[in-house]
Protein backbone atom coordinates (compact mmCIF):
# COMPACT_ATOMS: atom_id res chain seq x y z
CA UNK A 1 0.00 0.00 0.00
CA UNK A 2 3.06 2.34 0.83
CA UNK A 3 3.95 1.98 -3.05
CA UNK A 4 0.49 2.66 -4.07
CA UNK A 5 0.66 5.86 -2.28
CA UNK A 6 3.39 6.96 -3.82
CA UNK A 7 3.27 6.41 -7.36
CA UNK A 8 1.15 9.76 -8.51
CA UNK A 9 4.30 11.70 -8.97
CA UNK A 10 3.55 15.54 -7.54
CA UNK A 11 7.20 16.74 -8.11
CA UNK A 12 7.79 15.09 -11.48
CA UNK A 13 4.76 16.91 -12.95
CA UNK A 14 5.25 19.53 -11.11
CA UNK A 15 8.77 20.05 -13.22
CA UNK A 16 6.75 18.86 -16.54
CA UNK A 17 4.32 21.69 -15.34
CA UNK A 18 7.22 24.30 -15.17
CA UNK A 19 8.73 23.63 -18.47
CA UNK A 20 5.31 24.16 -20.38
CA UNK A 21 5.43 27.54 -18.99
CA UNK A 22 9.06 27.87 -20.02
CA UNK A 23 8.50 26.67 -23.37
CA UNK A 24 5.06 29.28 -23.35
CA UNK A 25 6.26 32.14 -21.73
CA UNK A 26 10.45 32.16 -22.26
CA UNK A 27 11.63 35.60 -21.40
CA UNK A 28 11.89 34.91 -17.79
CA UNK A 29 13.28 31.48 -17.88
CA UNK A 30 16.24 32.08 -20.47
CA UNK A 31 18.76 33.50 -18.28
CA UNK A 32 18.13 30.75 -15.59
CA UNK A 33 18.76 28.00 -18.81
CA UNK A 34 22.14 30.28 -19.66
CA UNK A 35 22.97 29.95 -15.99
CA UNK A 36 22.21 26.04 -15.94
CA UNK A 37 23.99 25.11 -18.80
CA UNK A 38 26.51 27.41 -18.86
CA UNK A 39 27.27 25.72 -15.09
CA UNK A 40 26.96 22.02 -16.87
CA UNK A 41 29.55 23.20 -19.72
CA UNK A 42 32.04 24.12 -17.36
CA UNK A 43 33.70 20.25 -17.37
CA UNK A 44 33.87 20.57 -20.98
CA UNK A 45 35.69 24.06 -20.82
CA UNK A 46 37.70 22.56 -18.31
CA UNK A 47 38.73 20.25 -20.43
CA UNK A 48 38.89 22.17 -23.54
CA UNK A 49 40.94 24.27 -21.54
CA UNK A 50 43.47 21.15 -21.11
CA UNK A 51 43.87 20.54 -25.30
CA UNK A 52 45.05 23.99 -26.18
CA UNK A 53 44.46 26.78 -28.06
CA UNK A 54 44.75 26.32 -31.93
CA UNK A 55 46.51 28.11 -34.52
CA UNK A 56 45.13 31.22 -36.13
CA UNK A 57 42.93 31.07 -38.95
CA UNK A 58 44.11 31.44 -42.47
CA UNK A 59 43.80 34.58 -44.27
CA UNK A 60 43.67 33.22 -48.16
CA UNK A 61 39.99 31.30 -47.61
CA UNK A 62 38.65 34.28 -45.64
CA UNK A 63 39.72 36.83 -48.47
CA UNK A 64 38.13 34.26 -51.07
CA UNK A 65 35.02 34.04 -49.00
CA UNK A 66 34.88 37.88 -48.66
CA UNK A 67 34.99 38.03 -52.59
CA UNK A 68 32.21 35.75 -52.54
CA UNK A 69 29.99 38.12 -50.39
CA UNK A 70 31.32 40.82 -52.22
CA UNK A 71 30.02 39.22 -55.86
CA UNK A 72 26.56 38.60 -53.61
CA UNK A 73 26.15 42.26 -52.95
CA UNK A 74 26.94 43.52 -56.40
CA UNK A 75 24.00 40.76 -58.08
CA UNK A 76 21.65 42.08 -55.23
CA UNK A 77 22.32 45.23 -56.12
CA UNK A 78 22.07 44.99 -60.14
CA UNK A 79 18.72 42.99 -59.65
CA UNK A 80 17.13 44.79 -56.42
CA UNK A 81 15.34 46.92 -58.93
CA UNK A 82 15.71 45.40 -62.62
CA UNK A 83 11.97 45.02 -63.49
CA UNK A 84 10.58 48.51 -62.21
CA UNK A 85 8.04 50.51 -64.29
CA UNK A 86 9.78 52.79 -66.02
CA UNK A 87 8.11 55.72 -65.23
CA UNK A 88 9.22 55.16 -61.56
CA UNK A 89 13.14 54.67 -62.17
CA UNK A 90 13.13 58.43 -64.47
CA UNK A 91 11.92 60.10 -61.21
CA UNK A 92 13.40 57.72 -58.07
CA UNK A 93 16.65 56.36 -57.68
CA UNK A 94 16.26 52.59 -55.67
CA UNK A 95 17.75 52.17 -52.10
CA UNK A 96 18.66 48.83 -51.13
CA UNK A 97 17.72 47.70 -47.86
CA UNK A 98 18.38 44.59 -45.56
CA UNK A 99 15.85 42.89 -43.77
CA UNK A 100 16.42 42.29 -40.22
CA UNK A 101 13.34 40.38 -38.49
CA UNK A 102 10.48 38.79 -40.30
CA UNK A 103 7.40 38.64 -38.39
CA UNK A 104 3.81 39.90 -37.76
CA UNK A 105 0.81 37.89 -37.14
CA UNK A 106 -2.72 37.29 -38.79
CA UNK A 107 -1.43 38.25 -41.80
CA UNK A 108 -3.64 36.88 -44.80
CA UNK A 109 -2.77 33.53 -45.66
CA UNK A 110 -1.91 32.79 -42.05
CA UNK A 111 1.76 34.14 -43.32
CA UNK A 112 4.00 36.39 -42.16
CA UNK A 113 3.21 39.89 -42.79
CA UNK A 114 5.63 42.96 -41.27
CA UNK A 115 9.76 43.10 -41.95
CA UNK A 116 11.87 44.74 -40.42
CA UNK A 117 14.43 46.84 -42.07
CA UNK A 118 18.04 47.98 -40.94
CA UNK A 119 16.81 51.39 -41.78
CA UNK A 120 14.86 53.88 -39.47
CA UNK A 121 12.43 55.79 -40.51
CA UNK A 122 14.17 59.11 -40.17
CA UNK A 123 16.49 57.43 -43.05
CA UNK A 124 13.38 56.72 -45.69
CA UNK A 125 12.39 60.18 -44.68
CA UNK A 126 13.04 61.34 -48.15
CA UNK A 127 11.53 57.64 -49.65
CA UNK A 128 8.29 56.51 -51.60
CA UNK A 129 6.38 54.45 -48.98
CA UNK A 130 6.14 51.69 -51.13
CA UNK A 131 8.60 48.76 -51.10
CA UNK A 132 9.58 46.68 -53.59
CA UNK A 133 11.81 43.76 -54.79
CA UNK A 134 12.61 43.51 -58.96
CA UNK A 135 9.61 43.76 -60.11
CA UNK A 136 7.47 43.22 -57.12
CA UNK A 137 4.99 44.98 -55.29
CA UNK A 138 5.51 43.69 -51.17
CA UNK A 139 3.96 46.61 -48.72
CA UNK A 140 4.34 49.95 -47.68
CA UNK A 141 6.06 51.75 -44.85
CA UNK A 142 3.83 53.21 -42.28
CA UNK A 143 3.92 56.60 -40.78
CA UNK A 144 5.71 56.15 -36.94
CA UNK A 145 3.01 56.25 -34.64
CA UNK A 146 0.63 55.83 -37.43
CA UNK A 147 -1.81 52.73 -38.15
CA UNK A 148 0.43 49.79 -37.91
CA UNK A 149 3.31 51.09 -36.19
CA UNK A 150 1.97 53.14 -33.24
CA UNK A 151 4.70 52.47 -30.89
CA UNK A 152 7.42 53.59 -33.45
CA UNK A 153 9.03 56.52 -33.30
CA UNK A 154 11.27 58.26 -35.91
CA UNK A 155 14.58 56.90 -34.56
CA UNK A 156 13.66 53.27 -34.72
CA UNK A 157 14.19 50.84 -37.10
CA UNK A 158 11.29 50.94 -40.01
CA UNK A 159 8.66 48.64 -40.52
CA UNK A 160 7.21 47.53 -43.49
CA UNK A 161 3.56 46.22 -43.98
CA UNK A 162 3.67 44.07 -46.49
CA UNK A 163 0.58 43.43 -48.75
CA UNK A 164 -1.59 40.87 -46.57
CA UNK A 165 -1.16 43.02 -43.73
CA UNK A 166 -4.50 43.31 -42.17
CA UNK A 167 -3.98 47.41 -41.92
CA UNK A 168 -1.89 47.06 -45.71
CA UNK A 169 -3.63 49.48 -48.14
CA UNK A 170 -5.67 47.55 -51.23
CA UNK A 171 -3.58 48.28 -54.78
CA UNK A 172 -5.64 48.93 -57.81
CA UNK A 173 -4.43 46.38 -60.33
CA UNK A 174 -5.08 44.42 -63.44
CA UNK A 175 -5.62 40.52 -64.09
CA UNK A 176 -4.10 39.58 -67.68
CA UNK A 177 -6.78 37.03 -68.20
CA UNK A 178 -4.99 36.95 -72.25
CA UNK A 179 -2.72 38.91 -74.36
CA UNK A 180 -5.36 41.76 -74.77
CA UNK A 181 -7.98 40.83 -72.17
CA UNK A 182 -7.73 42.74 -68.76
CA UNK A 183 -10.00 42.37 -65.40
CA UNK A 184 -9.72 45.27 -63.64
CA UNK A 185 -9.63 44.70 -59.87
CA UNK A 186 -8.79 46.05 -56.17
CA UNK A 187 -6.34 43.58 -54.21
CA UNK A 188 -6.23 43.63 -50.71
CA UNK A 189 -5.25 41.68 -47.61
CA UNK A 190 -6.94 38.37 -47.10
CA UNK A 191 -8.34 37.09 -43.82
CA UNK A 192 -5.82 35.02 -42.05
CA UNK A 193 -8.16 31.76 -42.75
CA UNK A 194 -8.00 32.09 -46.37
CA UNK A 195 -6.33 29.98 -48.95
CA UNK A 196 -4.08 32.94 -50.14
CA UNK A 197 -2.79 35.92 -48.41
CA UNK A 198 -4.48 38.43 -50.56
CA UNK A 199 -7.86 38.67 -51.98
CA UNK A 200 -9.84 40.86 -55.01
CA UNK A 201 -11.79 42.85 -53.68
CA UNK A 202 -13.54 44.59 -56.28
CA UNK A 203 -13.39 43.87 -59.83
CA UNK A 204 -15.35 46.04 -62.81
CA UNK A 205 -16.86 43.31 -64.96
CA UNK A 206 -18.21 40.92 -62.17
CA UNK A 207 -19.19 38.70 -64.83
CA UNK A 208 -15.73 37.81 -66.45
CA UNK A 209 -14.80 37.59 -62.82
CA UNK A 210 -17.74 34.88 -62.24
CA UNK A 211 -16.33 32.89 -66.03
CA UNK A 212 -12.50 32.44 -64.82
CA UNK A 213 -11.64 28.74 -65.27
CA UNK A 214 -8.04 29.49 -65.10
CA UNK A 215 -5.65 30.03 -62.30
CA UNK A 216 -1.98 31.45 -61.87
CA UNK A 217 -2.99 34.79 -64.02
CA UNK A 218 -0.49 37.71 -63.15
CA UNK A 219 -1.50 39.91 -61.80
CA UNK A 220 -0.12 43.72 -61.91
CA UNK A 221 -0.62 47.32 -60.44
CA UNK A 222 -2.46 49.86 -62.30
CA UNK A 223 -1.94 53.40 -62.10
CA UNK A 224 -5.12 55.34 -61.74
CA UNK A 225 -5.38 59.08 -61.38
CA UNK A 226 -6.17 60.38 -58.15
CA UNK A 227 -6.69 56.54 -56.23
CA UNK A 228 -4.98 56.69 -53.00
CA UNK A 229 -3.83 53.29 -53.93
CA UNK A 230 -0.60 52.23 -52.74
CA UNK A 231 1.37 51.42 -55.41
CA UNK A 232 1.88 52.40 -59.00
CA UNK A 233 1.15 50.68 -61.78
CA UNK A 234 3.66 48.29 -63.27
CA UNK A 235 4.31 46.04 -59.95
CA UNK A 236 3.99 42.90 -59.92
CA UNK A 237 1.35 41.33 -57.51
CA UNK A 238 1.32 38.21 -57.71
CA UNK A 239 -0.69 35.03 -59.74
CA UNK A 240 -4.53 34.43 -58.99
CA UNK A 241 -5.92 31.51 -57.25
CA UNK A 242 -9.28 30.55 -58.03
CA UNK A 243 -11.91 29.63 -55.48
CA UNK A 244 -15.05 28.22 -56.47
CA UNK A 245 -16.45 25.84 -59.27
CA UNK A 246 -14.86 24.43 -62.31
CA UNK A 247 -16.31 23.74 -65.18
CA UNK A 248 -18.49 20.57 -66.16
CA UNK A 249 -19.93 18.75 -68.63
CA UNK A 250 -23.20 20.46 -67.95
CA UNK A 251 -22.39 23.46 -66.08
CA UNK A 252 -20.10 27.05 -66.84
CA UNK A 253 -17.06 27.31 -64.03
CA UNK A 254 -18.45 30.02 -61.30
CA UNK A 255 -15.84 31.66 -59.57
CA UNK A 256 -16.95 32.60 -55.72
CA UNK A 257 -13.75 34.38 -54.78
CA UNK A 258 -10.14 35.12 -56.63
CA UNK A 259 -7.10 35.09 -54.46
CA UNK A 260 -3.96 36.52 -55.09
CA UNK A 261 -0.55 34.57 -53.76
CA UNK A 262 2.14 37.06 -54.22
CA UNK A 263 6.10 35.68 -56.11
CA UNK A 264 7.76 36.24 -52.55
CA UNK A 265 7.20 34.05 -49.88
CA UNK A 266 7.56 36.78 -46.84
CA UNK A 267 9.85 34.10 -45.00
CA UNK A 268 12.34 34.23 -47.49
CA UNK A 269 12.63 38.03 -48.10
CA UNK A 270 16.42 39.48 -46.87
CA UNK A 271 16.31 42.22 -49.67
CA UNK A 272 14.11 44.67 -50.29
CA UNK A 273 14.23 48.11 -52.01
CA UNK A 274 12.92 51.49 -51.32
CA UNK A 275 12.46 54.38 -53.41
CA UNK A 276 14.41 57.65 -52.80
CA UNK A 277 13.89 61.35 -54.58
CA UNK A 278 16.21 61.36 -57.44
CA UNK A 279 18.98 63.64 -56.41
CA UNK A 280 18.71 63.46 -52.34
CA UNK A 281 21.40 62.20 -50.13
CA UNK A 282 21.22 58.98 -48.02
CA UNK A 283 21.09 59.96 -44.99
CA UNK A 284 22.65 57.76 -41.69
CA UNK A 285 24.98 55.49 -42.13
CA UNK A 286 25.96 52.81 -45.04
CA UNK A 287 24.40 49.64 -43.47
CA UNK A 288 25.95 47.28 -45.63
CA UNK A 289 29.42 46.57 -44.37
CA UNK A 290 30.81 43.39 -42.58
CA UNK A 291 29.54 41.99 -39.90
CA UNK A 292 31.05 42.89 -36.79
CA UNK A 293 32.46 39.73 -35.80
CA UNK A 294 34.51 38.70 -31.86
CA UNK A 295 37.16 35.92 -31.89
CA UNK A 296 36.27 32.79 -30.04
CA UNK A 297 37.36 28.96 -29.99
CA UNK A 298 35.44 26.16 -31.09
CA UNK A 299 35.72 22.97 -29.60
CA UNK A 300 33.57 19.66 -30.99
CA UNK A 301 32.42 18.28 -28.80
CA UNK A 302 32.09 14.07 -28.13
CA UNK A 303 29.90 12.37 -30.96
CA UNK A 304 30.41 15.99 -32.94
CA UNK A 305 28.90 13.85 -35.50
CA UNK A 306 25.89 15.84 -34.70
CA UNK A 307 28.21 19.12 -35.21
CA UNK A 308 27.75 20.17 -32.06
CA UNK A 309 30.72 22.30 -30.40
CA UNK A 310 31.39 23.69 -27.10
CA UNK A 311 32.34 27.49 -28.25
CA UNK A 312 34.63 29.54 -25.47
CA UNK A 313 34.86 33.36 -26.37
CA UNK A 314 35.54 36.38 -23.71
CA UNK A 315 32.21 37.95 -23.90
CA UNK A 316 28.67 36.33 -23.88
CA UNK A 317 27.29 35.42 -26.83
CA UNK A 318 23.53 36.34 -28.41
CA UNK A 319 21.36 33.34 -29.27
CA UNK A 320 21.60 32.60 -32.73
CA UNK A 321 24.60 34.36 -32.86
CA UNK A 322 26.52 33.19 -36.96
CA UNK A 323 29.92 31.31 -36.07
CA UNK A 324 32.63 31.84 -38.83
CA UNK A 325 35.47 30.06 -39.89
CA UNK A 326 37.54 31.62 -42.17
CA UNK A 327 34.63 33.69 -43.08
CA UNK A 328 32.68 30.35 -44.16
CA UNK A 329 29.19 29.63 -41.83
CA UNK A 330 30.02 27.07 -39.45
CA UNK A 331 26.58 27.12 -37.56
CA UNK A 332 24.71 29.23 -35.25
CA UNK A 333 25.47 29.55 -31.19
CA UNK A 334 23.36 29.31 -28.36
CA UNK A 335 24.98 31.61 -25.85
CA UNK A 336 25.63 30.35 -22.42
CA UNK A 337 26.93 31.87 -19.30
CA UNK A 338 30.19 32.89 -18.55
CA UNK A 339 30.95 33.43 -22.35
CA UNK A 340 30.46 29.94 -23.91
CA UNK A 341 28.09 29.00 -26.43
CA UNK A 342 26.65 25.62 -27.78
CA UNK A 343 27.56 25.49 -31.38
CA UNK A 344 25.33 23.57 -33.77
CA UNK A 345 26.95 23.06 -37.31
CA UNK A 346 24.88 24.07 -40.29
CA UNK A 347 24.65 20.25 -41.16
CA UNK A 348 23.22 19.64 -37.97
CA UNK A 349 21.03 22.01 -37.56
CA UNK A 350 17.56 21.83 -37.84
CA UNK A 351 16.04 25.42 -37.55
CA UNK A 352 14.07 27.06 -40.43
CA UNK A 353 17.28 28.94 -42.88
CA UNK A 354 16.35 32.39 -44.70
CA UNK A 355 18.86 31.61 -47.73
CA UNK A 356 20.30 32.97 -50.08
CA UNK A 357 21.26 31.59 -53.52
CA UNK A 358 23.79 33.31 -55.90
CA UNK A 359 23.52 31.24 -59.15
CA UNK A 360 26.90 30.71 -61.28
CA UNK A 361 25.24 32.16 -64.25
CA UNK A 362 26.24 35.56 -64.05
CA UNK A 363 22.98 37.12 -65.37
CA UNK A 364 20.62 34.92 -63.43
CA UNK A 365 19.16 36.92 -60.41
CA UNK A 366 19.74 35.57 -56.99
CA UNK A 367 17.16 33.29 -55.71
CA UNK A 368 15.54 34.00 -51.46
CA UNK A 369 14.63 30.46 -50.52
CA UNK A 370 13.13 29.54 -47.31
CA UNK A 371 13.89 26.16 -46.10
CA UNK A 372 15.83 23.71 -43.27
CA UNK A 373 18.21 20.82 -43.47
CA UNK A 374 17.11 17.45 -43.38
CA UNK A 375 19.63 15.25 -43.97
CA UNK A 376 23.43 15.60 -43.90
CA UNK A 377 26.60 13.55 -44.04
CA UNK A 378 30.32 14.36 -43.79
CA UNK A 379 30.71 17.27 -46.14
CA UNK A 380 27.33 17.20 -47.79
CA UNK A 381 24.06 19.16 -46.72
CA UNK A 382 20.59 18.46 -48.17
CA UNK A 383 17.99 21.59 -47.22
CA UNK A 384 14.62 21.24 -48.29
CA UNK A 385 13.51 24.39 -49.42
CA UNK A 386 10.36 26.30 -49.78
CA UNK A 387 10.02 28.89 -52.41
CA UNK A 388 7.02 29.93 -54.61
CA UNK A 389 6.38 27.91 -57.78
CA UNK A 390 8.06 31.10 -59.88
CA UNK A 391 11.27 30.97 -57.91
CA UNK A 392 11.29 26.83 -57.85
CA UNK A 393 12.46 26.76 -61.23
CA UNK A 394 15.64 28.95 -61.20
CA UNK A 395 17.23 27.12 -58.26
CA UNK A 396 20.53 25.92 -60.06
CA UNK A 397 24.68 25.80 -59.18
CA UNK A 398 25.45 28.43 -57.06
CA UNK A 399 26.66 29.62 -53.82
CA UNK A 400 24.33 29.71 -50.75
CA UNK A 401 24.94 32.76 -48.49
CA UNK A 402 22.49 33.14 -44.86
CA UNK A 403 19.48 35.13 -45.76
CA UNK A 404 18.14 37.67 -43.10
CA UNK A 405 18.04 35.19 -39.83
CA UNK A 406 18.20 37.85 -36.28
CA UNK A 407 20.01 40.25 -35.64
CA UNK A 408 22.87 38.29 -35.12
CA UNK A 409 22.58 36.21 -38.05
CA UNK A 410 23.02 38.83 -40.45
CA UNK A 411 22.62 37.86 -44.76
CA UNK A 412 25.09 37.37 -46.67
CA UNK A 413 27.03 34.86 -44.78
CA UNK A 414 28.64 32.99 -47.08
CA UNK A 415 27.86 28.52 -46.63
CA UNK A 416 28.70 26.69 -49.23
CA UNK A 417 28.42 25.63 -53.26
CA UNK A 418 24.94 24.47 -53.60
CA UNK A 419 23.04 22.86 -56.32
CA UNK A 420 19.45 21.17 -56.96
CA UNK A 421 19.36 17.74 -56.05
CA UNK A 422 18.47 15.45 -58.80
CA UNK A 423 16.54 13.15 -57.14
CA UNK A 424 14.62 15.65 -55.55
CA UNK A 425 14.03 19.16 -57.59
CA UNK A 426 12.56 20.95 -53.60
CA UNK A 427 16.18 20.00 -52.55
CA UNK A 428 19.45 21.37 -52.74
CA UNK A 429 22.67 19.82 -52.28
CA UNK A 430 24.66 21.98 -50.04
CA UNK A 431 28.93 21.91 -49.49
CA UNK A 432 29.48 22.74 -46.00
CA UNK A 433 31.63 20.86 -43.63
CA UNK A 434 30.95 20.17 -40.32
CA UNK A 435 32.82 21.79 -37.71
CA UNK A 436 36.08 19.34 -35.92
CA UNK A 437 38.33 19.12 -33.68
CA UNK A 438 39.41 22.81 -32.10
CA UNK A 439 39.48 25.85 -34.12
CA UNK A 440 39.59 29.23 -34.43
CA UNK A 441 36.45 30.93 -35.52
CA UNK A 442 34.11 34.53 -35.08
CA UNK A 443 30.79 35.08 -34.34
CA UNK A 444 28.91 37.99 -35.29
CA UNK A 445 27.84 40.49 -32.56
CA UNK A 446 24.42 41.71 -33.15
CA UNK A 447 25.29 45.21 -32.71
CA UNK A 448 22.86 48.06 -33.41
CA UNK A 449 20.27 45.77 -34.38
CA UNK A 450 16.70 45.80 -32.91
CA UNK B 1 24.13 17.33 -0.52
CA UNK B 2 27.53 15.32 -1.31
CA UNK B 3 25.45 13.14 -3.88
CA UNK B 4 23.56 16.23 -5.54
CA UNK B 5 26.87 17.31 -6.17
CA UNK B 6 28.32 14.45 -7.84
CA UNK B 7 25.01 14.02 -9.45
CA UNK B 8 25.17 17.67 -11.43
CA UNK B 9 28.92 16.90 -11.85
CA UNK B 10 28.57 13.57 -13.77
CA UNK B 11 25.40 13.39 -14.79
CA UNK B 12 25.44 16.51 -17.42
CA UNK B 13 28.15 14.75 -19.18
CA UNK B 14 26.35 11.46 -19.85
CA UNK B 15 25.19 12.24 -22.96
CA UNK B 16 28.91 13.50 -24.20
CA UNK B 17 30.08 10.26 -22.78
CA UNK B 18 27.91 8.11 -25.18
CA UNK B 19 29.27 10.27 -28.27
CA UNK B 20 32.97 9.34 -27.02
CA UNK B 21 31.96 5.55 -26.74
CA UNK B 22 30.21 6.01 -30.25
CA UNK B 23 33.55 7.77 -31.89
CA UNK B 24 35.45 5.07 -30.46
CA UNK B 25 33.04 3.14 -33.27
CA UNK B 26 31.16 1.23 -30.90
CA UNK B 27 27.53 1.41 -31.65
CA UNK B 28 25.74 3.81 -30.34
CA UNK B 29 23.14 3.96 -28.22
CA UNK B 30 20.21 6.71 -26.96
CA UNK B 31 21.67 7.59 -23.26
CA UNK B 32 18.38 9.75 -22.98
CA UNK B 33 16.63 6.33 -22.54
CA UNK B 34 19.31 5.33 -19.85
CA UNK B 35 18.34 8.21 -18.05
CA UNK B 36 14.22 7.71 -18.91
CA UNK B 37 14.83 4.02 -17.02
CA UNK B 38 16.54 5.21 -14.07
CA UNK B 39 14.31 7.56 -12.96
CA UNK B 40 10.71 5.66 -13.63
CA UNK B 41 12.40 2.56 -11.92
CA UNK B 42 15.07 2.95 -10.09
CA UNK B 43 15.56 6.33 -8.42
CA UNK B 44 14.08 8.10 -5.33
CA UNK B 45 10.68 9.55 -6.29
CA UNK B 46 10.83 12.46 -4.54
CA UNK B 47 14.37 13.45 -6.15
CA UNK B 48 12.90 12.51 -9.35
CA UNK B 49 12.33 16.31 -10.58
CA UNK B 50 16.40 17.33 -9.88
CA UNK B 51 17.44 14.31 -11.55
CA UNK B 52 15.57 14.73 -14.43
CA UNK B 53 16.88 18.16 -14.50
CA UNK B 54 20.38 16.63 -14.60
CA UNK B 55 19.61 14.50 -17.45
CA UNK B 56 17.76 17.06 -19.54
CA UNK B 57 20.69 19.16 -19.05
CA UNK B 58 22.91 16.45 -20.56
CA UNK B 59 20.73 16.10 -23.62
CA UNK B 60 20.45 19.66 -23.95
CA UNK B 61 24.51 19.70 -24.21
CA UNK B 62 24.07 17.68 -27.46
CA UNK B 63 20.49 18.65 -28.96
CA UNK B 64 19.73 21.84 -30.57
CA UNK B 65 16.28 22.25 -28.91
CA UNK B 66 16.27 24.04 -25.13
CA UNK B 67 16.50 22.47 -21.91
CA UNK B 68 12.42 22.77 -21.20
CA UNK B 69 12.12 20.82 -23.92
CA UNK B 70 14.54 18.02 -23.43
CA UNK B 71 12.62 17.94 -19.81
CA UNK B 72 9.75 17.16 -21.35
CA UNK B 73 10.80 14.65 -24.36
CA UNK B 74 12.84 13.45 -21.06
CA UNK B 75 9.77 13.30 -18.35
CA UNK B 76 6.86 11.94 -20.27
CA UNK B 77 8.21 8.77 -20.77
CA UNK B 78 9.47 8.15 -17.25
CA UNK B 79 5.76 10.21 -15.68
CA UNK B 80 4.15 7.26 -18.23
CA UNK B 81 6.66 4.16 -16.58
CA UNK B 82 6.99 5.57 -12.93
CA UNK B 83 3.51 4.12 -11.80
CA UNK B 84 4.06 0.78 -12.98
CA UNK B 85 7.15 0.49 -10.98
CA UNK B 86 4.74 -1.07 -8.43
CA UNK B 87 4.62 -3.71 -10.88
CA UNK B 88 8.51 -3.94 -12.49
CA UNK B 89 10.05 -3.39 -9.52
CA UNK B 90 14.12 -4.67 -9.61
CA UNK B 91 16.69 -5.27 -12.45
CA UNK B 92 14.10 -7.38 -14.80
CA UNK B 93 15.85 -8.21 -17.91
CA UNK B 94 13.33 -8.91 -20.43
CA UNK B 95 11.19 -5.79 -19.27
CA UNK B 96 13.65 -3.44 -19.33
CA UNK B 97 14.73 -4.44 -22.69
CA UNK B 98 11.47 -3.64 -23.44
CA UNK B 99 10.97 -0.84 -21.92
CA UNK B 100 14.31 0.75 -23.43
CA UNK B 101 13.08 -0.28 -27.41
CA UNK B 102 10.00 1.46 -26.46
CA UNK B 103 11.37 4.78 -25.10
CA UNK B 104 13.96 4.67 -27.88
CA UNK B 105 11.41 4.89 -30.05
CA UNK B 106 9.45 7.17 -27.65
CA UNK B 107 12.19 9.66 -27.66
CA UNK B 108 12.80 11.22 -30.99
CA UNK B 109 8.82 11.20 -31.43
CA UNK B 110 8.37 13.84 -28.69
CA UNK B 111 11.64 15.57 -30.09
CA UNK B 112 9.69 15.85 -33.15
CA UNK B 113 6.20 16.94 -31.56
CA UNK B 114 7.80 19.41 -29.54
CA UNK B 115 9.98 20.55 -32.04
CA UNK B 116 7.28 21.30 -34.13
CA UNK B 117 5.00 22.69 -31.07
CA UNK B 118 7.42 25.01 -29.72
CA UNK B 119 9.30 25.93 -33.02
CA UNK B 120 12.59 24.19 -31.98
CA UNK B 121 13.41 21.33 -34.30
CA UNK B 122 16.53 19.37 -34.19
CA UNK B 123 18.65 16.71 -35.32
CA UNK B 124 17.06 13.72 -32.43
CA UNK B 125 14.00 14.08 -33.85
CA UNK B 126 15.11 10.96 -36.04
CA UNK B 127 14.91 7.62 -35.55
CA UNK B 128 17.46 5.42 -36.27
CA UNK B 129 16.47 1.63 -36.21
CA UNK B 130 20.13 0.83 -35.37
CA UNK B 131 20.30 2.95 -32.21
CA UNK B 132 16.87 1.17 -31.23
CA UNK B 133 18.32 -1.87 -31.13
CA UNK B 134 21.39 -1.28 -29.74
CA UNK B 135 19.16 0.77 -26.93
CA UNK B 136 17.56 -1.89 -26.21
CA UNK B 137 20.16 -4.46 -26.15
CA UNK B 138 22.73 -2.33 -23.92
CA UNK B 139 19.89 -0.37 -21.96
CA UNK B 140 19.72 -3.06 -19.50
CA UNK B 141 23.68 -4.31 -18.64
CA UNK B 142 24.25 -0.21 -17.94
CA UNK B 143 21.36 -0.21 -15.80
CA UNK B 144 22.82 -2.56 -13.78
CA UNK B 145 26.67 -0.99 -14.26
CA UNK B 146 24.77 2.74 -13.56
CA UNK B 147 22.81 1.42 -10.27
CA UNK B 148 26.39 0.26 -8.42
CA UNK B 149 27.98 3.45 -9.27
CA UNK B 150 27.97 6.79 -8.22
CA UNK B 151 25.62 9.03 -8.34
CA UNK B 152 23.11 7.16 -9.78
CA UNK B 153 24.23 4.78 -6.72
CA UNK B 154 22.94 7.40 -4.06
CA UNK B 155 19.65 7.91 -5.28
CA UNK B 156 18.55 4.46 -5.73
CA UNK B 157 15.07 3.86 -3.98
CA UNK B 158 15.46 1.21 -1.49
CA UNK B 159 11.85 0.75 -1.25
Same mark, same amino acid.
Given at each position: ????? +? ?165 ? /? ?16 ? =? ?28 ? +? ?16 ? +? ?10 ? =? ?17 ? =? ?28 ? /? ?77 ? %? ?23 ? =? ?25 ? %? ?19 | ????? *? ?42 ? *? ?69 ? $? ?28 ? $? ?8
Amino acid at each position: MAKHS +TAFPVGLYGALLLALCALTIPAPFAPVERALLGGAALVGRFVAGLVGTPVAANTTPAAAAAQRVAALHARLDRHGAAGAPAGLVARFDPAPCTVVVVGGRGGGGGEPCELRLDRTYAELADCLPIVTQGDRYLGHVPQPGGPGAQDDALGDFARVLLANHPLARSVH /ADVEVDAAARLRVVVGPA =SAADPAPLRVDLWDDPYQAARLDRAFLPVR +TRDVPGSASAAPGGFRVG +TTRIWGYPRTER =SEALTLGVYVTPDALPQAL =SHVVVWRQRGAEASGPERRRAPTTRPGIAH /ALPGAAHGRCLLVADENLADGAAVLQDGRLLGVAKGLAGGAALLTGFGASRQPWNLILLPDDPAAAPVELHGAVVHSTG %ERVWVRCRARATTQATIGPGQLFTG =SNGPACPPGLWIGAAAADPGDFDQIVV %ESPAPAGACAVHWCEAEGLP | MIRWV *WWFLIAPQAHLLAGLWRDLGLPGFDMGVVWCLFLAFFAQRTATP *WLLLGAALSRALVDESSLPVQALVLGIPVAVLLPLRTFFFGQRWLWLTLAAAGCAVALPRLSAWFGAWFAQ $PSASAQTDVATVLWTAALAAPLLALLRRLP $PCRGFEDAT
